[in-house]
């Protein structure tokens, strides 16, 4: 197709059913970036250029609404900790450097195929704990009497908010945008009618705004960063940015392929660029592409229309909209990011699906709130993710014995480079069980493991948009993994 084409593509395919799907992923995007810039955590004008840039090259890319969101496990770490924005840097660095490395070695698999999915599981539950977390903290001082004085922000507010948000939250509604429009007005209220803004900076078109901030941190907040909220990111990224979200665009667009490789790459590259501006670590994932069909988006249309505004938006106004945001009503910011925690939360209910084995439930859900436990009472993903391993470890130990575990612990160690030449292995879902363990009457291990049609570079699924086929099972040494 060439240019002219397919700018007439482009032109066919520009609808309102598209501007609504570039919606969908707004309720995550703006609590976040919106308390991280509040907090001079990210650069606001680096953020909304080269998440508008993102936006644009990736629905250029991959031809399908792609999302660009926050790496959550960092902005919730970095939000809880009150990390400097050279670590917050640090973080995105380090996570795209290392998923670089993994894109273009073709290595990002092996992440996704040997992760225990409770650990996953519980690494999305603990940063959702922490997102709520946060919201709480955003509202102790607000009061339930209104008067001339608190009129944009008290808990009436907090009240109506939710319950708006709630009665939404299984329609089409953009209610993201409809309460940040409602925000933004009380906002420009406070700023130039009242005496509230009169110590703030003011938006200014005077002179455009560009990328001018250059963060460079050290080793010490190279090393902070990247073990407080880094480490913890990375099986996030890999499961739900890369492998899962490959998946579902195999689902949702079947002609339109995209390798686990190219995404990785392009998850790398977005934050080995922007980080050293001061941008917000970033992200794909499939919750955002799920969440923009959703609302109507069927081609890359929608989100090269969210990103031309966001840069449109970065070139006009920039930081200046920090003074803005600033007297933005905590009581609506505050629900803004407890539903995203909320949202992300949900994600956890996953973790036993296709176990029917109530033991290894047990198992699973225990190795989930340990891995959820430690991560909230240090603050640190990188603590969470390790305990994890730990806790699956130590579990599985006592469940199949030392030798037996050994024994496939070693066998998943062999099949390293088998699960590297093939990227569409089938992978397990299932924690093996010990070898003398009889079931009662009635409860027979559904023995199935996860395929997926294709055999071009097409990932297991981990979540709900999983398509468990019925196969034969191959010898437990020449399959079975520590999970």
């Not at 939000?79 to 070695?105: D, Y």
């Not at 808990?155 to 409809?178: D, E």
């Not at 899962?244 to 667009?253: K, M, S």
């Not at 106004?317 to 949202?343: D, H, K, N, R, Y």
């Amino acid at each position: 197709m060439n240019i002219v084409n397919y700018l007439k593509y482009l032109k066919s395919n520009f609808n309102l059913h598209e501007i609504s799907g570039s919606l969908g992923d707004l309720g995550t995007l703006l609590p976040i970036m919106m308390s991280l810039a509040v907090a001079g955590q990210i650069n606001l004008t680096s953020t909304l250029w080269f998440t508008g840039i993102w936006n644009i090259l990736s629905g250029l890319m991959f031809q399908v609404p792609v999302c660009v969101q926050p790496m959550k496990a960092i902005a919730a770490v970095v939000l809880t900790k009150q990390m400097p924005i050279e670590e917050n840097m640090a973080a995105g660095i380090c996570v795209g450097a290392i998923l670089f490395f993994l894109g273009i070695t073709r290595t990002i698999h092996l992440i996704g195929a040997f992760t225990p999915t409770p650990i996953i599981k519980g690494l999305q539950l603990g940063t959702a704990i922490q997102l709520i977390i946060k919201a709480q903290k955003l509202i102790p001082t607000l009061e339930w009497t209104i008067n001339q004085s608190n009129w944009a922000n008290n808990n009436l507010w907090v009240l109506l908010s939710f319950i708006f948000v709630v009665a939404c939250y299984r329609t089409r509604v953009p209610s993201a945008l409809i309460l940040f429009s409602i925000g933004l007005i009380f906002a420009l209220v406070l700023m130039f009618a009242t005496d509230a803004g009169n110590n703030l900076p003011r938006p200014s078109v005077i002179g455009g705004h560009y990328p001018d901030t250059i963060i460079v941190p050290n080793s010490e907040q190279f090393r902070n960063g990247f073990l407080s909220a880094g480490l913890g990111q990375l099986p996030l990224t890999s499961l739900n940015s890369v492998i899962a979200l490959c998946a579902l665009i195999d689902d949702l667009f079947p002609k339109k392929h995209a390798t686990t490789s190219s995404v990785a790459v392009s998850v790398g590259i977005m934050n080995l660029v922007g980080c050293w501006f001061g941008a917000m670590p970033l992200c794909h994932g499939s919750g955002g592409l799920a969440g923009q069909y959703r609302f109507g988006a069927r081609s890359e249309v929608s989100v090269i229309f969210l990103g031309s505004c966001k840069l449109l938006l970065g070139i006009l106004f920039g930081s200046s909209l920090v003074g803005l945001l600033q007297v933005f009503p905590t009581s609506i910011l505050a629900v803004m990011l407890f539903i995203s925690g909320i949202e992300l939360g949900c994600a956890a209910r996953t973790v036993n699906d296709f176990e029917p084995n109530e033991m290894l439930k047990r198992e699973n859900f225990t190795m989930m709130l340990l891995t959820t436990g430690t991560l909230v009472a240090y603050s640190n993903d990188g603590i969470g993710f390790v305990c994890g391993l730990v806790s699956a470890t130590l579990l599985s130990m006592q469940r199949l014995g030392i030798r037996i575990w050994f024994d496939h612990t070693l066998d998943g160690f062999k099949s390293v480079p088998q699960v590297w030449r093939d990227q569409g292995l089938r992978v397990p879902q299932m924690l093996p069980l010990a070898l003398n363990e009889t079931f009662s009457s009635g409860d027979q291990r559904d023995e199935r493991l996860v395929v997926v049609n294709d055999t071009t570079n097409k990932p297991p699924i981990y979540d709900t948009q999983m398509r468990p086929e019925e196969v034969e099972i191959p010898t437990s040494s020449s399959n079975n993994r520590l999970k």
